[in-house]
Each structure stands twice: as C-alpha cells, then as structure tokens.
C-alpha cells in the first residue's frame, strides 16, 4: 500500500499534472465549407508520454500498484467503517471511469470504453508495443483515432484525482492505525 502512495505521488510531481500540460479538451464544429471539424487540445506530448508510463501501472493487474488489487488490500486490512465505505466508493468511481465515458466511441461494432481507448492509444498509437493494437488504432477513422486520444488522456486525469483520493484514505488509515496485521 505504502508502495501504491509513493507511486501516486510521484504521478502527480511529473510536469504534466505539476505544470498542467495535460489536458482533454477538444471542439467539434462545422461549417458548409469544410464539413464536420474536430480539434483536440491535449497539452504537451512528451510530458503526457512520461505520465502514461507511470499511469499504465495503475492499470495493468501484474504491477504491483494495480488499482483494484490496492483496493482489495485496503478492504482485507482496513478496520475502519468510515475508511472502508471511502475504498469502496473510489472502486466504484474507479469502475464507472473505466467503462463509462463522456463522449462514446463505437466503430465497427465495437464500443472503445475509456479502458479500451486506454490501451489501444497507448500499446497501439503511443509506444507501438502491441502490433495487432497498432493495426487496430491505425483502421480507425482520423477522427475516431483523435476521441480515442481524448478519451485516453481524460481517463488519465481522472485516474490522478481517484488514486489521490485512494493514496489519501491509505495514508489515514495508517495515521489512525487502522489497518490489520
């Protein structure tokens, strides 16, 4: 668990979240000249890359930072009603944010959640380590690829609030002596 703080930590003292050079914003427009426009703002590209790196633990179930697995711990040890309701509802928020999104993404009949925007941008667009992800990103519609991209890095700045909120009930846990041998 102390291992899972001092990743969050080290997530939010990176230029990206110190600085604020990730952002998620985007505009949709048209006009009878151009047709149907999409531009994104999603801040400094190298900056977002180094986030990523540390983000992706996050999600990936073998790291030993992995969300869910930290969350259960913190349900196992935690002894506190007040903490425990606090876990359970970052897991919650954690979840929605997983598969809800604010701008749905569906292309060939398949539904890109924010999780699947996720790790088709990073292992398919960003670090290019997965080549059936590559081809995948790469069939998407220019636009698509770019709500892909939006998509990915909101999931990211949601993923800093909800695991700060996790770090904080961890650190408050140890601080009141709540956790379980």
């Known amino acids: 668990m102390r291992l899972f703080c001092d990743r969050v930590d080290y997530a939010i003292s990176l230029r990206a979240v110190r600085d604020g050079t990730i952002t998620s914003g985007f505009q949709l427009s048209f006009s009878s000249e151009d047709g149907v426009r999409l531009e994104a703002d999603l801040g400094d590209n190298d900056d977002t890359r180094s986030l990523v790196v540390e983000i992706r633990k996050f999600l990936m179930d073998r790291e030993d930072v992995h969300f869910f697995g930290i969350a259960n711990i913190v349900e196992r040890t935690v002894k506190d009603a007040e903490l425990h309701d606090a876990n359970r509802k970052n897991r919650e928020s954690w979840m929605r944010e997983l598969r809800g999104a604010d701008i749905g993404i569906h292309a060939d009949g398949v539904h890109y959640a924010p999780e699947r925007c996720f790790d088709l941008v990073v292992n398919g667009d960003m670090f ?44 408050e846990a140890f601080e009141r002596g709540a956790i379980a041998a």
Not at 139 to 167: C, S
């Open 128 to 171: 290019h380590d997965d080549a059936a992800k590559a081809a995948e990103f790469a069939r998407l519609d220019p636009m698509l690829q770019l709500l892909a991209r939006r998509n990915m890095h909101r999931l990211v700045i949601r993923a800093l609030t909800i695991h700060q909120l996790e770090r904080n009930l961890i650190n």
